[in-house]
């Protein structure tokens, strides 16, 4: 969290950030992810984009980073917390109302 851009993170409210050990099916199903693919990160809320002025005492939105798929990627633990930034960056972006079409255009697919 320390190196994404502050102007970034202070445009971020009520969302937690949380490690997990491995999606839960129902993670996969909700990300459209088959049993043979992995999965990063997932983002569990409703994005800025599609909430309206009624919008309010709700629950923090959650971030989902899983540690077994991204050790499954990576060698060393400097790849290791890039991948989890990265991974963070893109989940930040679903928050942002950005969808994976914008996001691969953007090099964070």
Known sequence: ??????ELLARVHNVDIVIER????????????GPGR???????G???TRRGEY???VPPDKISIYQESIEA??????????QVRTTVL???AHYFGIDDD????????
């Not at 969290?1 to 502050?6: F, G, H, K, V």
């Not at 914008?102 to 697919?109: I, N, Y």
């Open 38 to 44: 992995l999965l990063l990160g997932l983002y569990h």
């Open 1 to 6: 969290m320390a190196s994404l851009p502050p």
């Open 22 to 33: 491995r999606p839960s099916a129902r993670d996969r199903k909700l990300a459209g992810i």
């Open 46 to 48: 409703i994005p800025l």
């Open 102 to 109: 914008r996001l691969e255009e953007l090099g964070l697919g």
């Open 73 to 82: 990627i990576c060698t060393t633990d400097e790849e290791v917390r890039d």
């Open 55 to 57: 919008y309010n005492l």
């Open 90 to 92: 893109h989940e930040l």
